[in-house]
């Protein structure tokens, strides 16, 4: 579905390069998460992705143009104009002039925003303000949602029912998801692959592997919370990979 190839970028056009040499795959059905210290890179990587930037070297083959982006601020709240959530996604879905008018009543019991379609979109909580804006991003059906840190200014109970609509579409609508990340509980819990960016290089691993590479570096639970259900649940399964390679040897 998509395709990174020896891809260099830098603001200047020239080294240093703020990415280098990143090479990735992404296939249908991919839930990837981003991750990786503030300033390094993923969301310039999610930007190049999107086409808002250009490569200084190496290429981007995307094999869809169905691809839906859910920027970090989608907070409705401050809205002034007196707008429900039927009625911006309504409007969105004729900007795409899209023909079916029952496409906004398909993607608000998606979100389970039903119920919510004809509250104004300034009356909305963070978390409802965050699924209407993934249910602006499902109109049409897209075969890629790029997101970036959608739990940025969700309080906890909101942020799980997020990531558990991410993994819904994902697991159960067949969508693929790529999302740059800061929570990295939920995407340890939630994601098929975790793409690591450290001093401009990247790498794909499986969230046990990548759990396990952070216990090996740090000797510290990757998400800061020792009793945290993800964490043992993510590090169980990596200790009983590891544990079944060393028997295979």
């Known amino acids: 579905m998509l395709s990174i190839q020896h891809l260099y970028f830098s603001y200047q056009g020239q080294p240093p390069y703020v990415l280098n040499d990143l090479n990735v795959e992404v296939h ?132 799980e029912g997020i990531y558990a609509l991410l993994r819904s579409l994902n697991q159960e609508h067949h969508i693929t998801i790529i999302s740059v990340e800061h929570n990295l509980e939920m995407a340890l819990a939630n994601s098929t692959n975790i793409y690591h960016i450290a001093n401009g290089q990247g790498h794909l691993c499986s969230p046990e592997q990548y759990a396990c590479e952070i216990m090996h570096n740090t000797g510290c639970n990757p998400v800061g919370h020792e009793n945290c259900s993800c964490f043992t649940d993510v590090t169980a399964q990596a200790h009983d990979t590891t544990s079944k390679e060393v028997r295979h040897v």
């Not at 993923?42 to 981007?60: A, D, E």
């Not at 608000?108 to 409802?128: A, V, Y």
């Not at 059906?141 to 906890?156: A, F, Q, Y």
Request: charged letters at 25%; a positive charge.
């Open 28 to 159: 249908s059905g991919d839930y990837i998460s981003i991750v990786g210290d503030n300033g390094s890179g993923k969301s310039t990587l999610l930007r190049l992705i999107l086409g808002f930037l250009t490569p200084v070297k190496g290429s981007i083959t995307r094999n869809t143009k169905n691809i839906r982006y859910v920027s970090q601020k989608n907070d409705f709240s401050h809205a002034g104009f007196p707008i429900t959530v039927h009625e911006i996604l309504d409007s969105y879905r004729k900007l795409l002039k899209i023909k079916d008018k029952h496409e906004v009543s398909r993607v608000l019991e998606l979100t389970h925003m039903t119920e919510f379609k004809d509250r104004l979109i300034s009356k909305l909580s963070g978390g409802q303000a965050q699924r209407v804006s993934i249910a602006r991003a499902l109109i049409g059906s897209p075969d890629l949602i790029i997101l970036d840190e959608p739990s940025t200014g969700i309080d906890r109970k909101s942020q």
